[in-house]
């Protein structure tokens, strides 16, 4: 028989850190993935709101949902309330027609569209539906373009 | 007289088992009394002249550790009466200050040395670096006072949600979304920091965690390595 390069000792010291370093990496990946949630308690991104006509004409603040839901004439739609740039709830300032952000001095205009400050894009329009039970039932999760209206007889 | 009460005070049982050493009547007795002991040990038996000198440091180190310690003590008492849960956090918050008694001081006190501890870890790093006190062999001792700055910030934002007021949320909201901003690992980075996509529960028994546990320790035991690499390297950096 050759002579081993490598002797038992040298073996079971291999598997000694094999373990330890194992045992000590599993621990450390098993524990990073426990800290990211699985399930969230959160409110949900799709939901009924009331009637059309609880909504009256104008732009309409929803602080529960962060919404705001503009209703104009015969046509409902629901824009973000949370401004693109950090997180604030920009403020709908009828006289000017604007949103103003207070935090970091955003501005959107009637469309949603940024027309000063650092808001990196515009706020998002949801889609927003009449339900069988003629209530509101908006979807955040899909984004619609300003063009887009709820047709409502009010 | 004293002779008297010193001999019965340290010529028993009980006295020996403690202190081991005899009552500090000559220089090797006073020495012991430091040496012997787990926590004034830290210091040095003997101490350089020049780094006594107030102007030299402003004892801003000293400043900062002390501020830590008030942070350590009001921290564990406004524990008693402080949960984490949003439904009461904020009334938590409110009665320590008009229900509990000294509460409203021991939050204040709690609050400032925070706000304090922040400026004056600040114009340390700013000392020990116009001074060069960071110099060989001084250069990790640096980098471990770099990381608990970083520390005393992150504990400085963690605290900040705590309240559960305006202040907190909206401050927490635009942090955690610049967060966001990171490349890459932006987005998941701010789901593990919140546990969630909003600012909610989630986001707040994680910050108490960390606030209360996770970086007070982190923060003790690198004062730990930071106080004893002061006294390997032969005290406060002195001219050569």
Redesign the interface.
């Known amino acids: 028989m050759s002579r081993d390069r490598h002797s038992r000792r040298d073996f079971l010291s291999w598997l000694g850190w094999f373990a330890s370093l194992g045992t000590f990496g599993g621990i450390s990946v098993a524990s990073a993935r426990y ?3 699985n399930i ?4 949900p991104k799709s939901y009924r709101l009331g009637k059309p006509e609880d909504y009256p004409e104008g732009v309409n603040y929803l602080p529960d949902r962060r919404i705001f839901v503009v209703h104009k004439g015969d046509r409902l739609k629901v824009i973000s309330a949370v401004c693109t ?4 709830t920009p403020r709908w300032v009828e006289e000017k027609q604007v949103w103003e952000c207070p ?1 970091h001095g955003s501005i959107f205009n009637d469309k949603g569209v940024k027309i000063a400050g650092p808001a990196p894009d515009p706020l998002p329009w949801y889609e927003v539906t009449l339900g069988r039970d003629g209530r509101l039932f908006v979807d955040e999760r899909r984004i619609v373009p300003f063009s887009y209206a709820l047709a409502v007889k009010v | 007289m004293t002779q008297r009460i010193k001999e019965i005070v340290s010529q028993n049982r009980v006295w020996k088992s403690i202190f081991r050493h005899g009552f500090p009547v000559n220089a090797r007795l006073r020495s012991e009394v430091i040496t012997w002991n787990l926590f004034l040990h830290i210091h040095p038996v003997k101490v350089y002249k020049e780094s006594l000198r107030f102007r030299k440091t402003l004892g801003l180190g000293l400043i900062s550790f002390y501020l830590f310690v008030i942070l350590t003590v009001t921290g564990i008492l406004l524990m008693f009466y402080y949960v984490p849960y949003t439904e009461r956090a904020y009334q938590d918050m409110k009665d320590l200050q008009y229900v509990v008694s000294f509460g409203m001081i021991l939050r204040n006190m709690h609050r400032w040395a925070a706000h304090s501890m922040v400026a004056v870890v600040f114009l340390h790093m700013c000392r020990v670096f116009y001074t060069a006190a960071y110099k060989e062999p001084r250069e990790f001792n640096w980098g471990v006072g770099v990381v608990l700055f970083i520390c005393t910030l992150f504990l400085s934002l963690t605290g900040y949600l705590l309240p559960w007021d305006q202040l907190a949320y ?1 401050a927490i ?2 942090v955690t ?2 967060i966001g901003t990171f490349p890459l690992i932006g987005g ?1 980075l701010k ?2 920091v919140l ?4 600012v ?3 986001a707040l028994i994680r910050f108490y965690v960390m606030h209360v546990l996770v970086l007070p320790l982190f923060a003790f035991i690198l004062v730990f390595i930071h106080f004893w690499r002061i006294r390997k390297d032969g005290g406060l950096a002195r001219p050569e």
């Open positions: 800290m990211v949630p969230l308690y959160e409110p740039h950090m997180g604030c935090c | 909206w909201t635009i979304n610049l998941k789901y593990i546990g969630g996509t909003v909610g529960q989630n």
